[in-house]
């Protein structure tokens, strides 16, 4: 069994590090009549952190819940580490050992404590031991700096603490990718950029992450490249330099002036 | 206890209210008996109508349609038709088609009456349970599911560390009022012969012709029973109540 500070690798797909972490293909999504996602593709690197922005109803949240399964997609490929989650016969487990995912509203399990929302999956899914999930979820409190709160429940916290505890949570499987779905859009300006910072530390000793997002600030300041989606397609891309001041597109340009 | 059998034998000779068992020594020693048996049945009853309901609820979310119809066609039976029917029904019919042993010159079911009792009121009581606990579980938000799943979660680790929990926390004042019913509907054991209270009191007066008396008796008896688990439940409910939720 692996300690809980590695990562979940060994799955059996021949993927090497120099291959991308993410590839997505060509995705299509529908909800019913509705399709969110024309024809999606993007690779992420081992190690980097892309930002995906646009206007709301572009599919971007769609785009990354698809990255671990919790939607599935019509037509395409999304390969995690080699492992192909369009696939029915797909091990849901193995995936979610690789990616973590944080959400909007945090999600966090509202009848256990701070420590214990921590160590649950750890104990229950990876069946790792106690006292190694414990330490291993003590040093995640330091990480997002909640020393205290080990024994709060989430109804005590602010909402920047439950998303950081949620942050710790996923962190705590040891997953290789991490999802933010809009992770900030339920908080507080002052909030914000506690959770911001976590991110960002995370971002800097090499997760590989993949955001939605809505601050154009912090994108621009962490991400190695930004996507633009609107109606389920990817406008424009590029670094975030480049995208920021010298965007092509006109639909680009139009929501950037908007937001920015 | 001296004092107290004089009291109810001069209340008899006095009034003529006859309160045999609290100054007989032997009808006292049925009543004592009936109470535990009663008490037995009751958390009998309790902890197999819960099971049953934990198991149901989380089979009526089951993938496979076919799970999904024999819950739904198991609740419609024992919600449209009385208790009473189920109870002769299980013993006398089901009873008669499971095995027995020799005792001795005659045949004994492996399950007596008691047991009858405790399954037919168990599943009785068990499908509302499931339709309580269904409640809860429609109670708790989609997306903290997900976030269990999104963490590797299979269902069924989900519905024991996640869903059920704080699903039982919703549904207990529903609960509450269903075992309650139960714990009242015990009673029903009587027309199997269940040495509960209440066929022990028929006994009693079928004797003692003191039918008021003992009547008395068991509305203070089924008062008090009930007052306990109410008690029980509440404390059990602010046990579990979460700091900051709800």
């Avoid at chain 1, 698809?66 to 395409?76: H, M, W």
């Avoid at chain 1, 995936?95 to 214990?116: C, D, S, W």
């Amino acid at each position: 069994m692996a300690s809980p500070s590695q990562s979940g690798n060994g799955s059996g797909t021949n993927w090497t590090p120099d291959q991308p972490m993410v590839s997505i293909k060509d995705v299509h999504k529908s909800f019913g009549d509705l399709e969110v996602l024309k024809g999606v593709s993007l690779d992420v690197m081992k190690g980097e952190c892309i930002c995906i922005i646009g206007p709301s109803g572009s599919g971007k949240s769609t785009l990354i819940r698809c990255v671990n399964a919790l939607n599935d997609i019509q037509q395409g490929s999304i390969l995690v580490e080699g492992l192909e989650v369009n696939d029915p016969n797909l091990d849901k487990l193995e995936l979610r050992k690789k990616v973590g995912m944080v959400f909007q509203q945090y999600n966090l399990f509202p009848h256990k404590t701070a420590i214990e929302n921590i160590m649950m999956a750890p104990i229950t899914v990876l069946k790792q031991d106690k006292d190694e999930v414990a330490e291993h979820a003590n040093s995640l409190i330091k990480k997002v700096r909640l020393e205290g709160k080990e024994n709060s429940y989430p109804g005590e916290l602010s909402g920047g603490q439950q998303q950081r505890v949620a942050i710790a949570r996923s962190l705590a499987m040891s997953p290789d990718v991490m999802l933010f779905d809009e992770v900030t859009a339920a908080l507080d300006p002052e909030t914000v950029k506690e959770v911001l910072n976590t991110i960002q530390e995370l971002a800097e000793e090499g997760m590989t992450c993949i955001l939605v997002t809505h601050e154009m600030g912090f994108a621009r300041e962490v991400a190695n490249h930004i996507y633009f989606t609107d109606f389920g397609l990817i406008v424009e891309h590029g670094a975030p330099a480049t995208f920021f001041d010298d965007a092509k597109d006109p639909r680009t340009k139009e929501f950037l002036s908007q937001i920015l | 206890m001296e004092l107290f059998g004089d009291y109810f034998k001069q209340l008899y000779d006095t009034s003529g209210w006859n309160f045999v068992i609290f100054y007989d020594q032997v009808e006292w020693q049925r009543f004592v008996e009936a109470i535990w048996t009663t008490i037995k049945l009751i958390i009998a009853c309790l902890i197999f109508s819960l099971i049953v309901g934990f198991v149901g609820a989380w089979a009526q979310g089951a993938q496979s349609k076919i799970v999904r119809n024999v819950i739904a066609g198991y609740i419609q039976f024992f919600r449209n038709t009385p208790p009473f029917v189920q109870i002769l029904f299980f013993y006398f019919v089901l009873g008669n088609l499971t095995p027995s042993y020799d005792a001795g010159g005659y045949q004994e079911a492996y399950i007596g009456s008691f047991g009858w009792a405790v399954i037919s009121l168990g599943f009785f009581a068990g499908a509302f349970n499931t339709e309580i606990f269904r409640s809860g579980i429609e109670a708790v938000p989609e997306s903290t599911v997900e976030a269990a799943s999104a963490l590797g979660y299979t269902r069924l680790q989900s519905y024991i560390h996640v869903v059920f929990p704080l699903a039982f926390r919703v549904c207990l004042p529903a609960l509450n009022n269903n075992l309650v019913n139960l714990l009242k509907t015990t009673t029903l054991a009587y027309g199997i012969a269940v040495p509960e209270m209440m066929y022990t009191a028929n006994q009693i007066w079928s004797d003692n012709v003191n039918v008021p008396e003992m009547m008395i008796v068991l509305f203070f008896f089924y008062v008090g029973l009930v007052a306990i688990l109410v008690y029980g439940m509440s404390r059990w409910e602010r046990s579990m109540k979460i700091p900051g939720y709800g």
